[in-house]
């Protein structure tokens, strides 16, 4: 018994200890893409990736509410950094995760909701910060009637439900020779112009459905690991999908979905985790001291 103890205490340590080794890396790859002293593409995005399931680990092993939520701060820092640019979609994403490790590593029989929202504080704050800034965007842009917004607005209003549509190829090229154009950011709005609303979005949510079905027989068979690889591959689309049809500006993954090799092994990374990972073992009530 003494030798579980010590284990689990040990195993608290090397996982809390992990997690700030991974923290300090995002936050020296963030900085130093801003200031663009040494990289020239941001690393953290690949690295959060994969931290929800350390942070699920180390969360699983403390005792009590209060070092939950001090440390779900303490992570919440680095992903702070993202307000500087308005990557939503990041923070969106992982806000989510962070809320939904902490859900997994608590003892779920005596869970209320507002124990669940004081230890997952931050990454409630965090999201509603979130929602916010993509809110005040939409505004923003429908008032003012934003060069993006206005064409991408058009596209989808005048899409035919099948087949082509030339008033929305017409805004499709006006994008095509924007300045600033990012590669393949408009992929959705594209294929709209090519085949129409209909069958884009029959595929975007048979691909959510087949992501939430894997999630929730995830979360039914104890396979936490699994869950978590399909809700953040999950939240990625829907935020790509957001990107591509202008509500979400300034976004990561309008950029990272195509021809990137890195993220592209980062993907399959998680789809492997999606599959192979095994069930969790049964969590035991904590003891009253």
């Known amino acids: 018994m003494i030798i579980k103890k010590q284990y689990n205490i040990n195993g608290e340590k090397v ?3 992990l997690t700030c080794i991974l923290l300090v890396i995002i936050s020296v790859f963030k900085l130093s893409y801003v200031n663009r002293e040494f990289f ?12 929800p399931f350390l942070l699920y680990k180390a969360l699983a092993d403390m005792k ?44 779920r029989k005596q869970l209320s909701i507002s124990r669940f929202l004081s230890v997952s504080s931050g990454f409630v704050m965090l999201n509603l910060v979130s929602i916010y800034g993509v809110g005040r965007q939409l505004v923003y842009n429908s008032i003012n009637e934003g060069y993006i917004y206005y064409c991408v607005h058009n596209i989808i209003k005048n899409a035919k439900m099948f087949g082509f549509s030339e008033a929305s190829e017409g805004y499709y090229n006006m994008l095509e020779i924007m300045p600033m154009r990012v590669m393949n950011r408009y992929f959705i709005a594209k294929n709209i112009v090519q ?7 029959a595929i975007m949510f048979t691909i959510v459905a087949a992501l939430s079905a894997i999630a929730y027989t995830g979360y039914k068979k104890g396979r936490y690991f699994s869950m978590m690889a399909a809700v953040t591959i999950n939240i990625q689309i829907i935020c790509y999908f957001l990107s591509n049809i202008g509500i979400l500006e300034n976004s990561v993954y309008e950029i990272i979905f195509h021809g990137n090799p890195t993220y592209s092994v980062c993907v399959l990374a998680l789809v492997c985790i999606m599959f192979v990972s095994k069930t969790a073992p049964a969590q035991k009530p904590l003891r009253s001291r």
Do not use: E, H
Request: glycine content about 4%.
């Open 195 to 201: 085949y129409g609303i209909i069958p884009v979005l």
């Open 40 to 51: 020239v593409t941001d690393y953290s995005v690949y690295v959060f990736l994969f931290m």
């Open 15 to 17: 996982y809390i200890a």
């Open 64 to 107: 009590d509410d209060m070092t939950r939520m001090s440390f779900n701060w303490i992570c919440v820092i680095p992903m702070s950094m993202y307000l500087y640019r308005k990557q939503f979609d990041v923070l969106i994403t992982y806000s989510i995760m962070g809320m939904l490790s902490t859900f997994l590593a608590m003892n």
